[in-house]
C-alpha cells in the first residue's frame, strides 16, 4: 500500500473515496452528530444524513455519499467515533480500520483520510492513528485459498489541514508504517499453519527480516541448546522430529547506554500438548502458540526501523511439543539452565519450560538487565480475562508502570495480575526445586511464579497473550485469526528507555 500526505483542505482532494470522521456530542437522551472538519462543503454533506438520523456519530456507523455538490472525492464516507468526549487516537484507529475494510469489501482500493479537526490530540498522533488503523485493516488471514483474489489497498492518503508542521507530520506517518507493517509481520507469522512454519522455518524467517533490516541474527540449533545445557527447553524439543531454534536479535545503536532490554518469546510452533495430549476439539488453533515469539520479531523489526537509542535482544524459544518415543513423561526431572531441577506434571505445561531457558540465556548470556516475555502461556489466563484482556505480570512496580504507559500509547489492553509469594507454594515438588504445573486453580498466576524463578533479581514483564493472540470473530476494523497483540505496546516500552542526549 502506498501512503502519501496531503497538506491542504480536504474536499479539493480528488480520491475514490474520502473518510470524515462524526462524533457524538449529545448526552444520553439524544444524539447530536457532529462532524470533524472545519470545512463547509463536508458540513453540508452530512446535514441530510444527520436530519434523517442516519448518521448519529454513533461508535462505527457508516454512511456513504456519492460526489457531492463541492466535493472533489468521487466517495464520501462519514465512520461515527462514539461520544465526543471519549474520542480519541484509539477511536480514530478504529475508524480508519473500520472505513478500509468496508471500502475494501466493496472492491474500492484507494482512499482518503480527513484528519480530524478540532479535537484534543494533536496531528501526528492523529495520523499514527490512522495509518496503523487502515494497514491492521488491511491483513486478510485467507492466504491459502485457490481462488483469493489480491484485495489489498492501493493508496492512502492523509489529508492534514493548512498549519500543521509538515517535516512532523511526515515523519508520523513513516513511523506508523514502520508500526503498522511489523504488527502484520507478526500476524503473518502467527496465520501459518504448523506444517509450514517450523521452528527452522520460523528462524529463516527471522533471519531474512534481520537481514532486510540490520539486525544481527542467530539461530541456534539442537546441539548448541543441548551444550547450554538448555534442560527446559530441550524437554519440550525432544519429542518432535523436527528440530527446535533458539533465535536470538540482537539491535545494539551507537551512543546507547545503561539497560539491556532482553525480549523473550514463547513460540512452540504446534502444541498437541505431548504426552498429556490435549483434547482434539479445538486442537488445530495451538498453531498460534508461538504468537508471543511472534510478537517479539514484529517488534525487533520495528525497532530496527525505528531506531531508538536503546539496546535491545531479543530471543525466541522455537520448538513443537509433540507425543513420541521420545517425547518426556509426567514424572521427569529436567535440569534447567540455570541449575534449577523442575518436576514434570504436565508435559501441556511446555511454554514456560522452554522460556526458563530462555530467559536464563538473556540475563546470563546476552547481559540483559530487564526482561520482558511474551507467550501464550495459559488456558487458565483466557478463563480469567477472556478476549479484551492479555494478562500483565510484573516482579516490579517501576516497570509495570512503564509497560502501563507504553500500553495507553499504543491503545492496546493488559490487565495486572498478581504475584504474591502464597502463590509460591502451588508449584513446589516432593522430588526437584519445583513442579511445572500448579494445577487448575490461579492457573495463570501459578505459571507466572515459575517463570519468576529464573529472572532472579531482573526487572521483569510477563505477558499472556493465549486469549488475546487470535480473533475468532471479525470486527468491522479487523480481521478474525491474528490479531498481532502487544507488538505495538512493546514498540513504546522499548522507545521508553531510549538514552537521553
Ligand atoms: N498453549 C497452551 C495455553 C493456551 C490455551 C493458549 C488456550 C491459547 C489458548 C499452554 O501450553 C497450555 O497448554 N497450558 C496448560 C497449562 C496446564 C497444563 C497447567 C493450560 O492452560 O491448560
Ligand atoms: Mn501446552
Ligand atoms: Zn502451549
Known amino acids: 500500500m502506498k501512503t502519501d500526505l496531503q497538506i ?30 472545519s470545512e463547509r462543503p463536508l458540513q453540508d454533506a452530512a446535514q441530510e444524513l444527520i436530519a434523517l438520523g442516519e448518521l448519529s456519530g454513533k461508535a462505527l456507523e457508516l454512511a456513504m455519499l456519492y460526489r457531492p455538490a463541492g466535493i472533489k472525492a468521487r466517495r464520501v464516507l462519514f465512520v461515527g467515533g462514539g461520544k465526543e468526549g471519549k474520542f480519541n487516537p484509539n477511536e480514530l484507529r478504529k475508524i480508519a480500520g473500520a472505513a478500509a475494510r468496508h471500502l475494501k469489501s466493496k472492491n474500492i482500493r484507494s482512499l482518503a483520510i480527513a484528519l480530524p479537526s478540532g479535537v484534543h490530540f494533536h496531528t501526528d498522533n492523529a495520523i499514527r492513528a490512522a495509518v496503523i488503523g487502515v494497514l491492521i485493516a488491511d491483513f486478510d488471514p485467507d492466504i491459502y485459498k485457490s481462488d483469493r483474489k489480491d484485495q489489498r489497498l492501493q493508496s492512502l492518503t492523509i489529508v492534514a489541514p493548512s498549519g500543521n508542521d509538515e517535516k512532523l507530520l511526515r515523519s508520523a506517518l513513516e513511523e506508523a508504517r514502520i508500526i503498522g507493517e511489523s504488527q502484520n509481520f507478526a500476524r503473518e507469522l502467527v496465520n501459518e499453519p504448523g506444517n509450514r512454519l517450523t521452528p527452522m522455518i520460523l528462524g529463516e524467517r527471522a533471519r531474512t527480516m534481520a537481514a532486510e533490516t540490520g539486525l544481527h541474527c542467530e539461530v541456534l540449533g539442537p546441539d548448541q541448546i543441548k551444550a547450554l545445557k538448555m534442560g527446559a527447553f530441550w524437554s519440550v524439543a525432544q519429542g518432535s522430529d523436527e528440530p527446535p531454534a533458539l533465535i536470538v536479535l540482537k539491535y545494539a545503536p551507537a551512543g546507547a547506554s545503561g539497560p539491556v532490554l532482553g525480549l523473550v518469546g514463547k513460540a512452540i510452533t504446534f502444541d498437541t500438548g505431548g504426552i498429556s495430549i490435549k483434547p482434539a476439539d479445538g486442537m488445530e488453533k495451538m498453531k498460534y502458540d508461538m504468537a508471543g515469539g511472534a ?42 539452565m540455570s541449575g534449577k531441577s523442575i518436576e514434570i506434571i504436565n508435559t501441556d505445561a511446555e511454554g514456560r519450560l522452554v522460556l526458563a531457558d530462555g530467559l536464563t540465556y538473556a540475563r546470563t548470556k546476552l547481559g540483559c538487565t530487564h526482561l520482558v516475555d511474551a507467550a501464550t502461556l495459559t488456558g487458565a489466563c483466557v478463563v480469567a480475562l477472556g478476549m479484551v484482556n492479555a494478562g500483565i505480570f510484573a516482579n516490579d512496580d517501576s516497570m509495570y508502570e512503564r509497560f502501563q504507559k507504553a500500553l495507553h500509547q499504543a491503545g492496546e489492553k493488559m490487565w495486572r495480575l498478581p504475584l504474591d509469594d502464597e502463590y509460591r507454594d502451588n508449584i513446589k515438588s516432593n522430588i526437584a526445586d519445583m513442579v511445572n504445573s500448579g494445577g487448575r486453580y490461579g492457573g495463570a498466576v501459578t505459571a507466572a511464579m515459575f517463570l519468576k524463578e529464573f529472572v532472579d533479581d531482573k526487572p521483569w514483564i510477563h505477558l499472556d497473550i493465549a486469549g488475546t493472540a487470535w480473533i475468532d470473530e471479525a470486527k468491522p476494523f479487523i480481521a478474525k485469526g491474528p490479531s498481532g497483540i502487544a507488538v505495538r505496546s512493546l514498540i513504546e516500552f522499548v522507545r521508553g528507555f531510549e538514552t537521553q542526549t
Open 8 to 37: 491542504k483542505n480536504a474536499a479539493e482532494i480528488e480520491t475514490e473515496c474520502l473518510v470524515v470522521a462524526v462524533v457524538d456530542k449529545g448526552d444520553k437522551d439524544k444524539s447530536i452528530a457532529s462532524v470533524l472538519t
Open 295 to 336: 510478537a517479539m520479531l514484529g517488534a525487533m523489526r520495528a525497532v530496527a526501523q525505528l531506531k531508538p537509542k536503546v539496546k535491545v535482544n531479543a530471543v525466541i524459544c522455537a520448538s513443537e511439543n509433540m507425543p513420541s518415543g521420545k517425547a518426556q513423561k509426567p514424572g521427569d526431572v529436567q535440569i534447567a
